[in-house]
Nanobody
Framework: QVQLVESGGGLVQPGGSLRLSCAAS????????LGWYRQVPGKQRELVAT???????NYADSVKGRCTISRSNANNTVYLQMSSLKPEDTAVYYC????????????WGQGTQVTVSS
């Protein structure tokens, strides 16, 4: 059982930056992967970035070069640093965790809104 709570969303102007945070609690020792997804109304939820192990990362083509995912094992927190934001980055961003002990289970935060607009 893993609980995920996002924070850091808000309104930002095009070209601006922000950092999203996700605090994990519960059975954090079972987590194999952490990541971020985003979703806009009428569209499928899409991958933004994932991180596994110590530093293995994966990014969607749409955010490569503009986003950095990282994590702090000390406080069980995963971050998404976003820069050069575009209006098309506007979405609800969801924190994600996967565990593989006794089967594969995916966990999701409740989401944080990011709006890029002038």
């Amino acid at each position: 059982q893993v609980q995920l709570v996002e924070s850091g969303g808000g309104l930002v102007q095009p070209g601006g930056s922000l950092r999203l945070s996700c605090a994990a609690s519960g059975s954090v020792f079972t987590i194999n992967a952490l990541g971020w997804y985003r979703q806009v109304p009428g569209k499928q939820r899409e991958l933004v970035a994932t991180i596994t192990g110590v530093s293995t990362t994966n990014y969607a083509d749409s955010v490569k070069g503009r986003c950095t995912i990282s994590r702090s094992n000390a406080n069980n927190t995963v971050y998404l640093q976003m820069s050069s934001l575009k209006p098309e980055d506007t979405a609800v961003y969801y924190c994600y965790a996967r565990t593989e002990r006794l089967g594969i289970y995916d966990y999701w935060g409740q989401g944080t809104q990011v709006t890029v607009s002038s």
